[in-house]
């Protein structure tokens, strides 16, 4: 068999000069000039007759530059431009002069040495101990008939030259290797089957374009083959991958982003999340057991060591030298973060049997000083300042799940008269839908037919309006719109726009907004609509968007742009609900938990005495 030698890509990120170490690579041997590559021989690993086959991007160039902003190759904002994975990229190779990222593609002029990019598929690249599995595209584990393999490798390219495309492993050595000549005219999506099984675990996909090559590339990606089993399942562990992908098993917090760096910006919110979403798997074997029983304990450990005002946590963390959380600058110290945190894992140790997790909550919740959190009218804050002392000017007042998680553990204080209150009227804020569904994730009474005992509202009424208005809301505003058509739909918090665009709590009462976010949808339709559940999920399925990956945050109304960016909050979101979703009348056990653990009864019951 022929060989070439061909150098490693430039170490990413870490400054220090390229890393050059020659090592064969065999040469593709036949390739097709419609872009599809005969290989000789059999596929390693072939997908079930009944399987279906979906795409996963690795990145699209166009989401990453998409053209109208004004950077060009080799400059890369980390926290704005990422993989579909939540992983970086970069570029390599001596003639980075070549590249141009304008337009949706990365284009390489003809003149000049080797270049290329490389993306990790797993992490940062210069976290070598997380590597990817290629016969296991969620990440989740488990038996091979649970697993999603990726069955090929695709390449949207064209120009002229020879162009390469190879995955290497976290030692840089290329494990699989194939060139394509590229003609004027020719197809762009260039398809290569891989064997699958044989490659080992992998941390990198690379392109490169070679001395007289000039190319445009838009995408790279992996066909992937989806198992057996219902569109709800399918849902959960696409989620629950995509949480889990934002935990950081070291230190038992979880990332704001997937592609963050652990440690660097964590959320207390989203690490209880990730506590009781896994928790429901490993109780229903998606998950190791015992796995996820260290991984909670690890993440209350955490919780245990952060500073607190009056006894609550911090909304974001970052690891001090020390290695302990502290309070990340610029942000607050958060009673709905709290909720969320110390609920979830109350759950979690219930749903997995941990007394010494609950033991752990309840001390925390002990030493929680409301009054300090409160006026003197009752009225309960959004927490404190940086400096732990400042109250901050907002509180909890408007009518909704956030303000409801608030007064619940409230409630669970012990020895306590609880005193918050909540605004009548059944309306959230700006209608944004996570507002009205989140207290569902956790409790089973907020679908009681009944008024509650603090606003007197009708839950499932008023949950059942908003659904309603946001289904319609793309077909008020945008009736022509493929969203629209396609049944796509969802205001509520997250990224505005593409990355860098920032964060907005966009809803209903807002006019003509082109951003949905597809969490906003699976909560109303998982916790709300019911019977429209996997409706929804075909939905989000025929227009490309449940990836093996997860959904993306967000999608713009026409359909053809997307955030892919992997945050762990809305992948919480979409985890629990997707979980309540897919058992919807038959046991869950996030709801048994609940029915069973005296701090949520004591929560719940402010709402209903009986």
Same mark, same amino acid.
């Given at each position: ?445 907020? #679908?009681?037919?009944?008024? #509650? ?134 046991? #869950?056990?996030?709801? #048994? ?18």
């Amino acid at each position: 068999m022929d060989f070439l030698n061909v150098s490693t890509f430039d170490s990413p990120l870490d400054g220090r000069p390229p890393l050059k170490t020659s090592f064969p690579i065999p040469l593709a041997s036949l390739f097709l000039r419609c872009g599809y590559l005969l290989v000789l021989g059999t596929c390693w690993l072939q997908a079930a007759p009944d399987a279906q086959r979906t795409w996963q991007p690795v990145t699209d160039y166009s989401i990453s530059f998409p053209g109208d902003r004004p950077n060009a190759a080799p400059s890369i904002n980390p926290f704005d431009n990422f993989t579909h994975l939540g992983t970086d990229f970069g570029w390599m190779g001596p003639g980075q002069a070549r590249l141009d990222a304008r337009a949706g593609t990365i284009r390489t002029k003809a003149e000049g040495e080797w270049t290329g990019a490389w993306h990790s598929l797993a992490g940062l690249a210069i976290e070598t101990q997380r590597t990817f599995d290629p016969t296991d595209l969620t990440g989740l584990g488990g038996p091979e008939s649970a697993r999603a393999p990726a069955l090929a490798v695709t390449v949207d390219a064209r120009g002229k030259g020879e162009l390469r495309v190879e995955l290497a492993d976290a030692g840089k050595m290329v494990r699989w290797s194939r060139t394509m000549m590229l003609s004027p005219g020719e197809r762009t999506r260039h398809r290569f089957e891989i064997p699958t099984k044989d490659l080992g675990l992998l941390k990198f996909i690379n392109w490169v374009a070679e001395p007289g090559c000039a190319a445009e590339v838009s995408s790279i990606g992996f066909e992937v083959a989806r198992p057996s089993m219902s569109d709800e399942e399918w849902l959960l562990r696409v989620s629950l991958g995509k949480l889990r992908r934002c935990h950081d098993a070291e230190s038992g917090l979880t990332r704001d982003r997937a592609h963050l760096p652990a440690g660097a910006f964590d959320s207390v919110s989203a690490t209880g999340l990730h506590a009781l979403a896994s928790a429901a798997a490993a109780a229903e074997g998606i998950l190791d057991r015992e796995l996820v029983a260290s991984e909670i304990r690890r993440s209350t450990r955490a919780v245990l060591s952060m500073p607190r005002a009056a006894g609550f946590l911090p909304h974001f963390t970052r690891r001090n030298p020390s290695g302990l959380p502290e309070i990340h600058p610029g942000t607050e110290f958060s009673t709905i973060d709290t909720a969320i945190a110390l609920q979830s894992l109350i759950l979690a140790a219930g749903v997995l049997g941990l007394p010494d997790v609950t033991d752990a909550a309840t001390t925390l919740i002990s030493d929680l000083d409301f009054d300090l959190a409160s006026d003197p009218a009752g009225w309960i804050g959004h927490g404190f300042a940086q400096d732990g002392t400042t109250p901050l000017a907002s509180q909890w007042r408007d009518w909704g799940g956030e303000t409801a998680l608030v007064l619940a553990l409230e409630a669970m204080v012990p020895n306590r008269s609880p005193r918050g209150k909540m605004k009548p009227g059944g309306e959230v804020f700006r209608g944004v839908a996570f507002i009205a569904e989140i207290q569902s994730l956790f409790y089973p009474e907020f #679908d009681r037919e009944t008024p #509650d005992a603090i606003s007197g509202n009708n839950w499932p009424t008023a949950r059942r309006s908003l659904l309603e208005k946001q289904r319609r809301y793309p077909l008020q505003h945008w009736p022509e719109s493929p969203a629209a058509r396609s049944g796509i739909f969802g205001l509520s918090g997250g990224e505005s726009g593409m990355p860098g665009d920032g964060y907005a709590a966009n809803g209903t009462e807002l006019p003509a907004i082109r951003w949905l976010h597809p969490h906003a949808m699976v909560m109303g339709l998982a916790l709300s609509g019911r019977t429209s559940f996997s409706e929804g999920i075909r939905h989000l399925s025929q227009s490309g968007l449940l990836f093996p990956h997860g959904l993306p945050e967000n999608i713009e109304i026409g359909l053809k742009l997307h955030n892919p960016m992997q945050g762990s909050l809305n992948a919480g979101f979409e985890s629990l609900a997707a979980y309540h979703g897919w058992r919807r009348g038959t046991a #869950d056990h996030i709801d #048994d938990a609940c029915r069973r653990e005296p701090l949520m009864r004591a929560g719940i019951r402010r709402f209903w005495a009986d």
